[in-house]
């Protein structure tokens, strides 16, 4: 049979290939029916297909050869064009990029310039719809393309035609019959199962010989309608699929948009999709709440589906055929854009919404491999899109089934909109900004009301969210927009200006439906039921109307065409806005105004003088003939936090700049225009200052919410774009009228009055008047604002960073996001960090480096004085602490040298603002509050805060015209406040007094408020007699200045008088002292001859304290064990009683230390217990509590734990009862277990020889083999078949099971409390769960001793379980707690080798471990469990000469040593004999030999001048043992002694340093004072050698005695030689206590994750927050996903728990890829995240910096290394979770 393939090849190269493809479907049909027929994969076909069109457009060659030849000779393309995979890493240059879009890939970016240190690097992941710019000239500035793509070649022959004429015919024929069989198998025919399949696809049934016509699929597709849980719940209802398939079901169908559910007959596949499509919850009240919908699912031919799946892979081919080959990527734009408009890229674009996600995504690496990389045809692909976008993104609003942005075709115009030359065509020749902006309007035009054209946004329904999900969709649009905006061109032409006033129409269009949406009106009385909703509107206004406001005002000011027209469609629009408020103007002329004024502000009490002062008054304010107020009540009339309109129409006039301008901008407001303008504005702002007051309190809480967006959120966009409006509107205004205006909105008039009546309420008229002076204020004297006066950008934010960083010090990043709202006035992103870096080394310092956090800064001292503490950025809570920090200064040092801050210079359009400081009614205003002040000593008709303000507007004043006195004002600020004529102060004459005079008095005053601006008072002083040329206010301060330090003695005076106080005080205390000590001579002469016993006791201690040996001590003083509850507070001494004090314990899997396994040892040895797999590590805070006062609170936790608001009860949460856990309630430290307190004598037993405890376990093992002989023969006399059950005891069965089948029932019946204590009154008299044999001995009272071991047994085995749940509940579980204490000093000894050994641990420690140590001693010495005597046996046999003949023990050379150690110190118990100082000599024995053993005789040469006593006779020792183990067959000397004994010591020293902890801890022996402090290793093994009674290391190679080389000859002859080598050699590479080591740079994991294959879809990660890096292991797993759930112990957890159970025990860590932290991970928990290892050039984190360029911190990783070696992670996650109002939701999407 021909294949297929060659056929096809052949027919192309001899030119009969016909026309339309034919033979190119053929075998793609023939292909996919055999494939199908043999159940083959249709990978495997695609491999077989990609490499025949390889050979075909190699015209039949080897692909590999001729691939490479064609790129050879058409040279580098330039462009790289390399799509990113989602989550991939990506870089820019924020130096050369154009904007934060411009990217490079991996490879381009280390091939390219910008790899220097001196640019600034930014990292980011990809989402997916990207690609690499390198090459794209117009997306950098400089070093536009690497190395790799740099072109080669450059002339003008197009590139395709440098092909082969053959390959062209080829490639064309191939690629357009490829793009044509996609776009129809991919679209989906309307309301049918069936795609537009062409017909010669179609398999006849005549036409093969394999039958495949009634073989169907059935595929469940994705959608935007269901999550997670809901499509697992359909599938376990309806397949009856576990969680583990469903959630791999699921994250399939998520990551590829569909499914293949079941291969079928055509009747079965869609009876399948019926029943999924017939789909209804069982009850929507279970704990997945299902979405009523069925699933999208589709019963359709196998051949068409996998049809589909093949194109997939042959379109991915295709664009890596393009991207490498530019001339195959020119024939294939050329036939895709052929037959315009209708061609194949359009019928693509049209066609998006019917593809699913694995279509799409093969759709836009085409796209971006081909259209997007050539210059030529990206353009026509631009204009194309712009032809089709109304369509486009009508289709991608309304599709609600398979919509994900990242996917959808609309995804990709920031390839095409972000180019300048492809923008600026399409905005000038296509109008791409009206008909993008026109599909917003349109959107929203619907929810407009029609009757004041204001926005209403209909609330979305809750359970579905449609209309939210639509409004997502829309502001795509708005970036859209920002893209053409952006890029503003150099050049206006007509139709650009002609565009954009089209497109500025649309826009003030919709800022007119914004205009005052969402009002309030003031409620009083009762609270408000409902809260409006309020957060869409703020997202309407910022989130999406900022990405373009900044961009739209600059382009409307670039030309005088623009500038004109655009303000005047602004002020039409307010026009018409404001013809319904120019009806609710209240007419008031000028005399009347006047009157009102001087009515109100004389009081009545003074009308003759007022009318006096009336005449004066008039001819003083320069307004026309009359005011019109607006009619509008703060507290009557709707008010709102939205005027986009009016911010707008500031921003722009912020821009006038020339005369031209000015004139135009006067001409066009006029008098009631700005009327109008002020008043909406100053509603806003007197909004937020009344909410600031608490007068809209029953409005609830948010309309505090939204002041906080309006002031702190978002106040670049909102408050500064209003303050700005005051003050360009301000200037063409009256001062007087507009200060007039201002305080009738305020309604602050009765407070100008001279005499305010003590019935009125001050306190709101107060509150507005501080509310006045602040605008005042920021109106008056904020003018660092660009086109407002004359400073330049990085002056703006000097100060701003200036105020920022003198409320505290702050890192970088912190700083950076106070700036970011001002980068938008940036012309090029590229100076963005430059000026920001600039600024920051100029104003800060560097300090305090919080590892892990941040690097702090601090503002240098010089800058200090530009600090004003009424900032207009503040927050009111800010402005506390910057008046404490400005003030404070003042009262430290009263004579300070006060500078006032630079103020800067207004532009001319907006210098009017100066005459507001000299007019009559600020200067009314600050006299009254002086006057108030002054008279009343801060009375209550004045605060501290109007004195301050008053100051400082005084302080501005005088500054102004001391700093422009070239350009005056309409009056001199001087004169007016040192003339006693001012026409402000309307007083009669023989009472007037200056604005002068009354500071002069301000300034004696001694108020605290008066001295925290005294040295302001002062320079103001001083400054206007400067000004006015006179020296009386000099000589006036100077009296003053006098005056007042005559009040206060000198320093010197007051220290001495201090210090002579402090003398008699402390004599009179020396004579009553000397009194009683002689009245009570006895007592003390007792106590003084006790404390130097006890000093000298002291002093021995400290030099001679020996641990172990017949000559060990000094033992600590014997006193009685006291403690104190911390729940009763109750002390007592601890007792066996009723009342038993506990400690909560923490016992937890560990995997910090790696021990060898012993799988090699028999499952029957007793010993093999102490070896079997995992570790425990065992903790506790050291917080004593009595048992029933614990289970008092315990059990009230209990009986509310369902109750709904359990976080409500506080308890709860630290009772964790279902984990079987709980906190201590003091410092809510976990525990899963409880330790009994008991007292414990220690009494003092002399340690016996070695060679007395060799005899005694000889003499003790013989005795036993004589009686197991005679128990034998005995069993065999006996005659009885059938002994009695309760006497069977055979090696299965312990005694300790025997005891407890009494409590059989009762252990199985588990209560909240089983889980972590244990039941003291579990055999209590007259339980009705007792055997009824045992009821009479079971009333009798139970001994403290029967109490305490079955206490301690119930601690055995939750020890037990704890490390292996799974085994017997019936195994004895003492050898696990061994075992545990084993690896918990072991993990001690590794944490304190780099503090002193012993003075590393806290007292609270030290305490536990002894009591830990003493309680296990007691209860293993007094335990009568046959599994422990014969464990004690095993132990013996392992020091004995005599050999089991039961059993073959191992050798103590194939065992751990310190295992053996501790197990020997508690197993091996003889009554009235102790062992210590035995076994610590023979088991440093062992361990000696075992380390000789393991040293292989290495080429070293040899050391002849060895004078070293230890050191030779160790070389000789060290080939007598290697002979008698059969290691070697010589025993020759080890050549090398100096470096034997420098390896025996070395290795040695870990075991001595257990051994000693381990003996201090359990005698309470103290060590030497020197072992307190750090030693050298030298120091530190001879010091251990002498506290463990050991004289020398050649002390223990004397092997003279007959026993010992008895043993010595035992152990090695057992030794089993080839187990030996094997832990020899995992010692010697095993890594502990360390995570895995980590990469120099955080992108090169990046990349790696990015990579990530999920192993159970088997397909890439879907993004970085699903994949996390294991710290233990190295591997790469899925992290907070579904798709790897599993279950432990019946419970499902999520991947990150389930990898953590396989490979670090109770704890795993992680690396997070998305955030860059380190999660720890508890088992069966939520987790808790730290700060990770990885940091930025500026010592920040990712959290802090949001940029992956990031560098390993080895300190960082150092420490969270540490918190894992020291177990301090359960700890910190118990006191994380209690801190957590709302404990995190485990259900669903779990870690």
């Not at 509107?537 to 004109?564: D, G, N, P, Q």
């Amino acid at each position: 049979m021909t294949d297929p393939a060659n056929e096809l090849i052949e027919k192309y190269l001899s030119g009969n290939e016909g026309e339309g493809g034919g033979c190119i479907r053929k075998y793609l049909k023939q292909v996919l029916v055999t494939c199908i027929h043999h159940n083959g994969s249709v990978d495997g076909v695609a491999k077989d297909v990609t490499h025949t069109f390889s050979r075909l457009l190699c015209a039949g060659k080897a692909p590999e050869e001729e691939l490479s030849k064609l790129k050879a000779m058409l040279g580098s393309s330039g462009p790289c064009g390399k799509t990113l995979s989602n989550g991939e890493p990506t870089f820019t240059c924020s130096d050369c990029a154009l904007d934060p879009t411009c990217v490079m890939c991996m490879e381009c970016y280390n091939a390219s310039v910008h790899c220097a240190e001196n640019h600034n690097l930014e990292v980011h992941t990809s989402l997916g719809c990207g690609m690499c710019d390198c090459g794209d000239e117009e997306a950098w500035t400089s070093g536009a393309t690497c190395s790799t793509h740099k072109k080669t070649i450059d002339d003008e022959t197009p590139i395709d035609e440098k092909l082969p004429p053959k390959i062209q015919h080829i490639a064309t024929c191939l690629f357009t019959e490829i793009m044509r069989l996609s776009v129809l198998c991919f679209c989906e025919l309307p309301d049918d199962d069936k795609y537009t399949i062409p017909d010669n696809m179609i398999p006849k049934p005549d036409e093969f010989e394999y039958d495949i016509l009634d073989r169907f699929v059935t595929v469940v597709f994705n959608d935007e309608l269901h999550n997670f849980d809901e499509v697992i719940q359909q599938f376990k209802e309806l397949m009856g699929s576990s969680q583990s398939e469903g959630s791999k079901y699921a994250t399939s169908i998520d990551r590829e948009g569909r499914m293949l559910l079941r291969k079928n007959s055509q009747r079965d596949a869609i009876e399948l999709r019926d029943k999924f499509l017939s789909y209804k919850p069982k009850s929507s009240s279970s704990r997945h709440a299902c979405n009523q919908q069925p699933l999208v699912t589709r019963a359709m031919p196998e051949f068409d589906y996998a049809l589909q799946d093949l194109l997939i892979e042959v379109l991915l081919w295709m664009s890596d055929i393009c991207q490498a080959n530019p001339a195959f990527r020119r024939i294939l734009c050329k036939v895709s854009l052929q037959d315009s408009p209708h061609s194949l890229i359009w019928k693509i674009m049209v066609d998006d919404v019917m593809y699913w996600k694995k279509v799409k995504s093969a759709w836009h690496k085409v796209f971006m491999s081909t259209y997007f990389i050539d210059a030529v045809y990206k353009k026509e692909v631009g204009i194309l899109f712009i032809e089709n976008y109304s369509e486009m993104l009508s289709a991608f609003l309304y599709d609600d089934k398979k919509h994900d942005f990242n996917y959808s075709i609309i995804s990709l115009t920031v390839q095409l909109f972000t180019v300048p030359s492809i923008s600026t065509i399409l905005m000038s020749e296509h109008k791409a900004l009206t008909v993008i902006f026109d599909q917003y309007v349109k959107f929203y035009k619907p929810y407009v009301e029609s009757d004041r054209d204001i926005l209403r946004i209909k609330m979305a329904n809750p359970n579905t969210g449609y209309i939210d999900k639509r409004r997502e969709r829309m502001f795509h649009i708005m970036k859209d927009t920002k893209y053409i905006l952006a890029n503003i061109p150099e050049v206006f032409t007509p139709k650009i200006e002609e565009e954009f006033l089209e497109f500025f129409k649309l826009y003030v269009e919709f800022n007119g439906y914004l205009q005052e949406m969402n009002p309030y009106i003031r409620k009083s009385g009762n609270h408000i039921p409902r809260e409006k909703e309020w957060n869409h509107y703020f997202v309407l206004e910022i989130c999406e109307i900022k990405e373009i406001s900044s961009f739209v005002a600059k382009w409307c000011v670039k030309t005088e065409r623009l500038f004109r027209e655009c303000v005047q469609i602004l002020l039409d629009l307010h026009d018409r806005y404001s013809k319904t408020i120019e009806t609710k103007m209240l007419s008031v002329t000028t005399c009347d105004a006047l009157n009102s004024l001087v009515t109100t502000f004389g009081g009545g009490a003074n009308t003759a003088a007022w009318e006096r002062q009336h005449k004066n008054m008039k001819t003083q304010l320069l307004f026309a003939d009359q005011i019109k107020y607006v009619k509008h009540d703060m507290f009557k009339d709707e008010v709102s936090f939205h005027i986009p309109a009016t911010r707008l129409l500031a921003t722009i006039l912020s821009e006038v700049d020339s005369p031209e301008r000015y004139d135009f901008i006067r001409d066009s407001l006029g008098s009631s225009k700005c009327a109008i303008l002020l008043d909406v504005t100053l509603r806003t702002i007197l909004l937020c200052q009344q909410i600031e007051a608490l007068m809209w309190k029953r409005n609830g809480l948010a309309m505090e919410h939204q002041m906080r967006c309006y002031r702190e959120s978002y106040k670049a966009f909102l408050w500064d774009k209003d303050l700005l409006s005051l003050q360009v509107i301000l200037p063409f205004m009256s001062p007087d009228e507009a200060l007039l205006r201002i305080i009738h909105k305020y309604k602050i008039e009765p407070y100008f009055a001279i005499v305010l009546y003590e019935s009125e309420d001050f306190e709101p008229l107060i509150k507005m008047a501080e509310s006045f002076g602040f605008l005042m204020l920021n109106v008056l004297t904020e003018r660092f604002k660009l086109g407002l006066s004359a400073v330049t950008e990085e002056e703006v934010y000097t100060k701003d960073l200036i105020h920022t960083f003198s409320l505290a010090n702050i890192p970088r990043s912190k700083a950076l996001r106070s700036l970011t709202s001002a980068f938008t006035n940036f012309d090029n992103y590229q100076s963005r960090d430059n000026v920001v870096n600039e600024l920051l080394q100029r104003l800060t310092l560097q300090i305090n480096i919080d590892v892990g956090v941040s690097v702090n800064l601090k503002l240098k001292p010089e800058f200090e004085t530009e600090f004003t503490p009424f900032y207009y950025h503040y927050s009111a809570e800010q402005r506390q602490v910057a008046e404490r920090k400005y003030t404070q200064k003042f009262i430290n040092d009263p004579s300070f040298d006060f500078k006032p801050p630079y103020l800067p210079k207004l532009n001319f359009p907006y210098s009017n603002l100066r005459n507001y400081l000299v007019s009559p009614i600020i200067q009314r205003f600050i006299y009254v509050v002086l006057m108030r002040y002054v008279k009343t000593s801060g009375g209550p008709m004045v605060s501290d805060l109007l004195l301050h303000q008053v100051v400082f507007l005084l302080m501005s004043g005088i500054q102004d015209q001391k700093s422009f006195p070239e350009d005056p004002t309409d009056r001199r600020f001087s004169d007016m406040i040192v003339a006693t004529d001012n026409p402000a102060y309307l007083v009669p004459e023989k009472n007037q007094e200056s604005i002068v005079s009354l500071l002069k008095q301000l300034y004696s005053m001694s108020l605290r408020s008066v001295k925290e601006i005294k040295p302001i008072i002062k320079w103001i002083l001083d400054t206007t007699e400067f000004l006015e040329n006179g020296s009386q206010v000099e000589d006036a301060v100077a009296m003053e200045t006098t005056a007042t330090e005559v009040v206060e003695p000198p320093t010197d005076e007051r220290k001495e008088r201090s210090k002579r106080a402090r003398l008699n005080l402390l004599k009179k205390f020396k004579t009553e002292q000397a009194a009683f000590l002689l009245q009570n001579a006895e007592i003390f002469d007792n106590i003084s001859d006790d404390a130097m016993v006890e000093e000298s006791s002291d002093n021995v201690e400290s030099e001679n304290c020996v641990v172990c040996g017949p000559n060990k001590g000094p033992f600590p003083k014997a006193e009685v064990m006291s403690q104190t509850c911390i729940l009763c507070k109750e002390g007592e001494n601890v007792s066996t009683g009723k009342s038993t004090m506990i400690y909560g314990c923490l016992v937890e899997k560990s995997v910090v230390l790696k021990p060898e396994t012993y799988d090699h040892l028999d499952p029957t040895y007793r010993i093999s217990h102490l070896f079997s797999r995992g570790n425990l590590h065992i903790q506790s805070c050291g917080h004593p509590m009595h048992f029933d006062c614990l289970k008092s609170i315990v059990g009230s936790g209990f009986n509310i734990v369902n109750v709904q608001y359990q976080f409500l009860a506080g308890v709860v949460s630290r009772y964790r009862f279902h984990k079987g856990e709980f906190s201590c309630p003091l410092c809510k430290m976990s525990a899963n277990c409880v330790l009994p307190v008991t007292p414990f004598d220690d009494v003092i037993i002399p340690d016996s020889s070695t060679l007395d405890f060799l005899n005694d376990i000889n003499a003790s093992l013989s005795t036993e083999e004589e009686v197991r002989a005679l128990s034998e023969e005995e069993m065999m006399i006996d005659s009885d078949p059938e002994p009695e059950p309760e006497l069977r005891v055979d090696r299965g069965l312990r005694l300790d099971e025997i005891i407890d089948w009494g409590r059989e029932e009762l252990d199985d019946d588990v209560t909240a409390t089983d889980t972590f204590m244990f039941e003291y009154n579990s055999i209590a008299p007259n339980d009705e769960n007792q055997d009824p044999e045992t009821s009479e001995a079971s009333k009798e009272p139970i001994s403290v001793e029967a109490k305490f071991k079955d206490d301690m047994r119930r601690f055995y085995r939750k020890i037990k379980q704890l490390l292996n749940p799974k085994e017997s509940a019936f195994k004895c579980s003492a050898p696990y707690t061994l075992k545990m204490v084993t690896y918990t000093f072991s993990m001690l000894e590794f944490i304190l080798r780099d503090k002193p050994l012993m003075d590393g641990l806290a007292e609270y420690q030290e305490d536990f471990l002894h009591t830990l140590l003493k309680i296990l001693y007691r209860s293993l010495a007094i335990n009568d469990h046959l599994y422990s005597q014969e464990l004690s046996h095993e132990l013996m046999y392992l020091f004995s000469t005599l050999k089991n003949k039961s059993r073959d023990i191992p050798s103590i050379l194939n065992l751990d040593v310190f295992t053996v150690f501790v197990a020997s110190n508690f197993g091996i118990y003889i009554e009235g004999k102790c062992y210590h100082n035995a076994l610590v000599e023979l088991c440093i024995i062992a361990e000696l030999i075992k380390i000789l053993l393991s040293i292989e005789n290495i080429e070293m040469g040899t050391d002849a001048s060895a004078d070293d006593g230890d050191a030779i006779q160790l070389a000789m020792v060290w080939g007598y043992l290697r002979k008698l183990s059969d290691i070697s067959d010589s025993d020759d000397p080890y050549p090398c002694p100096t470096y034997l004994l420098h390896t025996v010591k070395s290795s040695l020293l870990p075991l001595l340093r257990k051994m000693a902890l381990f003996l201090r801890y359990l005698t309470g022996i103290p060590a030497p004072v020197a072992l307190k402090e750090m030693q050298s290793k030298e120091g530190e093994f001879m010091l251990l050698l002498k506290y463990l009674n050991l004289q020398s290391l050649s002390y223990l190679l004397q092997f003279d005695k007959l026993q010992e080389l008895q043993i010595l000859n035992k152990w090695c002859k057992t030794l089993d030689i080839p187990k030996f080598k094997t832990s020899t050699l995992f010692n010697a590479t095993k890594r502990e206590g360390k995570l895995i080591d980590l990469p120099e740079k955080f992108v090169d994991l990046l990349f790696r994750a990015s990579k990530y294959i999920c192993p159970k879809v088997k397909v890439q990660a879907r993004n970085v927050q699903s994949t996390a890096l294991c710290l233990v292991c190295g591997k790469f797993t899925c992290f907070y996903n579904y798709c790897c759930q599993g279950t432990i112990d019946g419970i499902v957890v999520g991947p990150g728990n389930l990898h953590a159970h396989n490979c670090s025990g109770d704890l795993g860590v992680f690396l997070n890829f998305e955030k860059c932290q380190v999660f720890f991970l508890p088992l069966k928990s939520t987790g808790i995240y730290v700060s990770g290892p990885y940091l930025d050039k500026y010592g920040e984190n990712y959290k802090s910096s949001r940029n992956k360029a990031l560098t390993l911190s080895k300190t960082v990783y150092k420490k969270i290394e540490k918190m894992w070696v020291k177990h301090e992670i359960r700890p910190l996650h118990a006191r994380n979770n209690e801190a957590m109002l709302y404990p995190r939701n485990l259900d669903g999407l779990m870690y």
